[in-house]
């Protein structure tokens, strides 16, 4: 495996990244039904296992050229045993989780973690926080490399789709001189009108607060399981999308919050950042962020269910119509636009500007429906936790796994000490749902 140079957006997370803001992604797994001492031998495999994962031996450098640029190479000195750590047995797994989701990685070392967190209770049952530096893998990636030091599984695996592969690229300079500048010009355009769409959503801003912070550095997390048969009753009867229902069940929920806490406001609609993958398989970058997004005023301010649902499937229509190649969520998608030196020496500005293009991350990771082990002990629960932006308080991720929506929230732990309500108030929001929409 050799050199891979940071796509741009990539580049930007790492250029982005500050002590009181690491740029890192994670997922607690709990695992149970293990025999004594499970946990130990969990992390004796991960180490063991973490030696044959080619990715995750990779760090991430800077280079002369392209000037300010960063590639990824393997590391000469990895050991894996730097990268797994058992921890002292714990009675809550997100405490402990929410603690090391506040500590940076390391950037000298291939930027990843396994922390392995014994159940105090139960001798038998433990958790496996995963930490994966979003310059290093996107959410699939991340999937992948952590898949590999899971046990092997022997369940079939569905075929994978074939067909032509992608156009070669053409030679650089075999484009007519009028199509480059044409394509330059198209290219140009959209540039200017996802500058102008964000400008347009800063306008008339209405949040909360709540979702505000003054940034500390510290970290809390919390989780909700929701029954995922349940989303695709209310789904079926109300219409719309899955994503459609959990994003009028965030939408709920952070109104139940904000009301439990004496921060409701009518007027509230808080703009979510919902990102869209853009990754292709064969690309120039083929491990590298790829993303776009919608942007989402989530009807914080609609008190019945139904018509949150309702509000929140009429503006992703409206967003899937324009495409996530327009719009201020597609606010990323300026990262291609700009030189390597660029984003190192922006990055800093472009992180602290967060809050003013979005003020809550809204994300989906993907998961495999084949069931996980780890030693024999099998995943039942899966918690993805994104990095929380600059200046925001909350951050939400969601993965679908064995029947269950799992619900990952990531917070300010100094500015948001009763993230636990906000868990609970997934579970009464969907009861809502579902009451409204029986039959």
């Not at 082990?373 to 995943?379: I, N, V």
Request: proline share 9%.
């Amino acid at each position: 495996m050799g050199t891979d140079p940071l796509a741009p957006l990539d580049l930007a997370f790492w250029n982005m990244e500050s002590a009181r803001h690491p740029m890192h992604m994670g997922a607690l797994g709990v695992f149970a039904e293990g025999a004594p001492g499970a946990a130990r031998h969990a992390a004796e495999l991960l180490a063991t296992r973490a030696a044959a994962v080619p990715g995750l031996r990779m760090r991430i450098r800077d280079v002369t050229v392209p000037l300010g640029g960063a590639a990824r190479e393997p590391s000469a000195h990895f050991d894996p045993a730097e990268h797994v750590r058992l921890a002292d047995p714990v009675p809550d797994f997100h405490p402990a989780a929410g603690h090391a989701m506040g500590r940076p990685l390391d950037r000298t070392k291939p930027p990843w973690e396994a922390l392995v967190l014994p159940s105090a209770a139960d001798d038998s049952s433990f958790a496996v926080l995963f930490k994966f530096h979003h310059a290093l893998a996107d959410g699939m990636r991340a999937l992948t490399l952590a898949a590999g030091m899971m046990d092997p599984t022997t369940e079939e695996r569905p075929p994978r789709a074939t067909g032509p592969g992608p156009r070669p690229a053409p030679a650089a300079g075999a484009a007519p001189l009028a199509e480059r500048l044409w394509g330059a010009a198209a290219e140009l355009t959209r540039a200017l009108d996802i500058g102008a769409a964000v400008a347009r959503a800063t306008w008339d801003v209405r949040s909360s607060p709540a979702l505000t912070a003054r940034p500390t550095g510290t970290r809390r997390t919390a989780g909700a399981l929701l029954d995922l048969d349940d989303v695709h009753r209310i789904r079926k009867t109300a219409g719309g999308t899955v994503n459609d229902v959990v994003l009028a069940l965030v939408a709920g929920a952070l109104r139940r919050w904000l009301d439990g806490r004496g921060d409701g406001d009518d007027r509230v609609r808080p703009r979510a950042l919902v990102p869209v993958s853009r990754r292709r398989s064969r690309t120039g970058h083929p491990h590298g962020n790829r993303l776009s997004g919608y942007l989402l005023r989530l009807p914080v301010d609609e008190g019945d269910p139904l018509a949150r649902l309702r509000a929140v499937r009429t503006a992703m229509d409206r967003n899937k119509e324009a495409g996530p190649q327009r719009g201020a969520g597609a606010v990323a998608l300026l990262a291609d636009h700009l030189p390597a030196l660029g984003h190192r020496v922006g990055g800093p500005v472009v992180a602290q500007a967060a809050r003013l293009l979005f003020d809550i991350l809204v994300t989906s990771v993907p998961l495999p429906s084949l069931g996980l082990r780890l030693g024999g002990c099998p995943l039942t629960e899966v918690y993805p936790l994104a990095p929380l932006a600059h200046g925001q308080s909350v951050a939400v991720a969601v993965s679908t796994y064995r029947g269950g929506v799992h619900i990952g929230l990531v917070a300010d732990a100094l500015a948001v000490p009763d993230l636990d309500a906000l868990a609970a108030a997934f579970g009464a929001e969907l009861s809502s749902l579902r009451e409204a929409t029986a039959v």
